[in-house]
């Protein structure tokens, strides 16, 4: 099963075989139903986040907690397998679906059908009253509980056939790019990694060990908390108290890998939600925390103030900071498409596209060029993305040197990431994919591009 949902809306399945009719109770969960179908329909339509998405439709919504993780979980679900669902509903439709809201109301029964451990009731039930509810799709009731109760029926082969086909979840502007990339193989593992939920990484301020103990939690080599439990973050022991922080596995290298010294000068570009800057700061490093949002900005410095940790903030675009003197050290983590984020942000592979990629690679070399102007000499630059495509990360880094003579790589060593030398390519970069992990028996992580570089002379210098 993808996840665990609210105990309200577990149960055992009913009717396995799809034989006679198949009840529902409107009333239990349909809220959350209601959210997470209205959710998915604006996500496609509109090419928006699912979070914001969400964040935006919640309020109206006026649900308790337990049914905002239904509606979540069964967003999330249907976004991850998509392609699947897809395909499943063609299959059992005579016709395709042009109703956007029709589609995206059988993709949220089918996807608590097959994913999730709800009731096929009360699946397939809520999802023919939702239909009721609207003029457009009154008439579909019908259709809805025909293919659903088909799906039911059948969800043995479909599970199967999707079991053998890695990339049927990855669209195919997505799919093309990874397997030029890094080949069929890769491309297919990066793709089953994605399948599956991510883990719940923390980064501790202090005592790894200690909190890894009070936690229940497997001490990652690169000093990364991976939680064992899935209770609610706030309920976990430390977060009152500003502890650790959530983050994961491999968005806590880059910052590592800045080698930030206390009393230094440290920049973090771009730097909200702020995960990078807590780590900064917890070196003892004097910190300048820069994001064009405001916004962002104030909810980064809420986290700062709970984990007891200092750092100057400044609402403005990286391009346009002008400080007083260059930094000793450079963090830039630069917007990027966040293809290796699609465990825990499946609507990128539908909401984007390869003219977005192209859009956030003249971005990057813009930020990358104005964080070098940023560094001293003698000072070191690191450039990151979550990002699987090239253009975003190896080809970035290279044209970076080419413009830049006056910077060298300085390559990211083994040893400085929990001795995982499957996360070091040849030119000394940090590649990470989702399938790989900082220990053999731990895969699990955001793909992930680092680059390091040492600023070896002044930029006028002959």
Known sequence: MERSLPRHARGRRTNRSGDGPILADTQPGLGARRLAFSSIEETLRARRALDDVLAARAPAAALDARDLGLARAIAVTALRRLGTIRVALAERLSAPVSDPRLEALLVVGAAQVLFLDVPDHAAVGTAVDLAREEKR?????????????????????????????????????????????????????????????????????????????????????????????????????????????????????????????????????????????????????????????????????????????????????ALALEPDAPFDAVLLDAPCSSTGTLRRHPDVAWTKGNADVAKLASLQAQLLDAAATLTRPGGRLVYCTCSLEPEEGEAQASAFLARNPDFARDPVRAEEIGGAAALVDAAGNLRVFPHLGVAPDAPGLDGFFAARFMRTAPADAS
């Not at 990855?170 to 939920?197: D, N």
């Not at 880059?254 to 080698?259: D, I, K, S």
């Open 137 to 317: 799709l009154a008439k579909a009731g019908g259709l809805i509980n025909a293919v659903l109760r088909r799906v039911v029926r059948e969800r043995d082969t479909i599970l199967a056939e999707a079991e053998a086909d890695a990339m049927r979840d990855v669209p195919g502007w997505l799919a093309a790019r990874w397997r030029a990339a890094w080949g069929e193989e890769t491309a297919a593992a990066i793709a089953r990694a994605h399948r599956s939920e991510a883990p719940l990484d923390l980064t501790p301020k202090a005592d790894p060990a200690i909190w890894a103990e009070r936690l229940d939690a497997r001490l990652l080599p690169t000093g990364t908390l991976r939680v064992r439990a899935r209770a609610p973050v706030p309920e976990l022991p430390g977060y009152d108290e500003g502890a650790w922080w959530v983050q994961d596995a491999a968005a806590a290298l880059p910052a590592r890998l800045l080698r930030a010294r206390a009393g230094e000068r440290v920049v973090d570009l771009c730097a909200a939600p702020g995960g990078k800057t807590a780590q900064l700061a917890a070196t003892g490093a004097r910190v300048l925390a820069v994001d064009r949002s405001a916004k962002r900005l104030a909810r980064l410095t809420e986290n700062l103030a709970r984990l007891e940790l200092d750092a100057e903030t400044r609402a403005v675009d």
